[in-house]
């Protein structure tokens, strides 16, 4: 029994079938939780937001390398855009000082554009590519800006399963 | 037997049907009850809370530990995210506002200068709107309000706290820790948790937080006051209410030159004034004159407060700006961290006095993390005494975010897959650990609402 692999609380396990996961849907209601892999992050530019490209060993065999990496750089790329200390930035900071950041309450903020835009491309991504291959992926801004967290889905294959049972919380082996 | 004790709750003995409280009063508007399968036998025992108030923690823990009766009662509730946040911060507005526990000294800040303008616009602007311009007291107002609104902006608005890391993360970069200091023979301490970072060519140590379960970033610090690590941490200001970290430096530093400012233009123009008057009618006549007319204890209380404020703030203000040109915080210059010894060099600077303001004064607006008002379930499954803390350690190993767009698991669905029975609870109270502090179960601020739970027969 591995001690390091728990399962979310509320989540029900069904007999189920082997069979490939389609979309969230069916991921959030067939399958359990194995593992948690986290992306940390880089600080080798400073202090601004960047995660680390390095593929985890846990995803071999779960997803190409190259679609890993590509998500990465993207939100890297958006979180530099969004960090990015330019003319626009300025003007924002300038004006917002000049109206004692009442500004605020009418306007978002260029990071918040951004972080929606993140949140979007996120959920897009999970549905294309990671929900496919029993992967998901939670926004930074959940955990604290501090890793991505791509959680490890399975597929329970009929003899494995207890029927209609909900688990509160526990340990589960692999 | 004795039970757990609010500052509010009445004590009933067995037979007496419980006065059944369903909220505290200021969180009525937050919390939500929803009592499913509520145990409707006669016997009624009074309602035991969860809620650990300081004085009576040991107490109502006890009290419940003692109290191993059945109940069939699942409360799920739905509350706002700060109520369950760890620290000792106070929220209010809902969670919109959030300050550090002691505010004495803001309220005597807030005191000082509200207390000191109002003097200033009784008593001078008045003689200055009419013999000089009534642009004096038109630039007093502008600025007054700028100051307190850079004020409530440091005091009210998040530093950049980190939130904790969830129990999954913590074991994730516990393996990590070990994999990398591999096997320690027995005996030998393990070698402190650090992490080295190659920033600009500068070797930086990532410490490990065991409060927090994270290795802080670069230039985070924990605050023990407030018990969060702050992102970019500056320093915990008392005079502010709050820590002064990387989402309201800004707002510190404007706050500090905006009220050097306002003490330089209110002490000039009392002096202007008493000068005026004593031209028109001598120094000492003017000194003695009744209250009503230029009394001469506001004269002097005004002074006294402006004197010293400008020797403080100005001086800080100027400590500031000479920080803020070398993009260093108040936490590195104390410590000496980039004082230039071992050829050691502060790895953020620009090395151009402009880039530095212009990064630290207008840089981007870094949005708040911790997401104080989204809402999350609380789930108060009791079965046996630990079973308190298990529904905590439910709530919180569960964070249900509204911020994801497509959630793991729906709200609606978590009552029916998460509702025990009665033997399934009694067989998980075994397994749940039996000597949890009570500490874990419940956050160490107290503005949980207490929620009942009725034992049956």
Known sequence: LSPYITIMPYITIMPYCHHHFHNLQELRHSA????????????????????????????????????????????????????????????????????????????????????KKIAKYIQEQNEKVYAPRGLLVTDPIDRGMRVIEISIYEDRGSSGSSSGSSSVSGSTAR | MSLGQGPRSRRSSRGRIPHVRLGNRRHRRSGELDCIGLCTNLQHRRAETPRLHKTNKKNSWHARRRARTMSAVMVTRKVRKWEKLPGKNTFCCDGRVMMARQKGVFYLTLFLIVGTCSLFFAFEC?????????????????????????????????????????????????????????????????????????????????????TCKIFRPPRASHCSICDNCVDRFDHHCPWVGNCVGKRNYRYFYMFTLSLSLLTIYIFTFNIVHVVMRSVDGGFLNTLKETPGTYPFLFFFFKVLVCFFTLWSVVGLTGFHTYLISLNQTTNEDIKGSWSGKNRVQNPYSHKNFMKNCCEVLCG???????????????????????????????????????KTTAPLIPNEHTPDDARPSIAASAENSDSSKEGFPPKRSSPARVTSPRVALIKCI
């Open chain 1, 32 to 115: 359990s939780l194995a593992n948690k892999v986290f992306i940390q992050r880089d600080y080798s530019e400073g202090t601004t937001c960047r995660f680390q490209t390095k593929f985890p060993s846990e995803l071999e065999s779960r997803i190409e390398r190259t679609l890993f990496e590509d998500t990465v750089k993207t939100l890297n790329n958006y979180y530099a855009e969004a960090e990015k200390i330019g003319g626009q930035s300025y003007l924002e900071g300038c004006l917002a000082c000049a109206t004692a950041y009442l500004i605020f309450l009418c306007m978002e903020t260029r990071y918040e554009k951004v972080l």
């Open chain 2, 364 to 402: 981007p607006t870094y949005p708040s993390v911790l997401d104080r008002r989204g809402m999350t379930q609380e789930d108060l499954t009791v079965s046996s005494a630990s079973a308190a803390p298990s529904s905590s350690s439910s709530s919180n190993a569960a964070p249900q975010t509204t």
């Open chain 2, 126 to 210: 008045p003689y200055l709107a009419v013999h000089l311009s009534p642009a004096i007291p038109f630039f007093a107002v502008l600025l007054f309000l700028f100051v307190i609104a850079m004020l409530l902006r440091t005091s009210f608005s998040d530093p950049g706290v980190l939130p904790r890391a969830l129990p999954e993360e913590a074991t994730f970069i516990e393996m990590e820790i070990e994999a990398a200091n591999g096997n320690v023979p027995a005996g030998q301490r393990p070698p402190p948790r650090i992490r080295n970072v190659q920033i600009n060519n500068q070797i930086v140590k990532l410490k490990y937080c065991y």
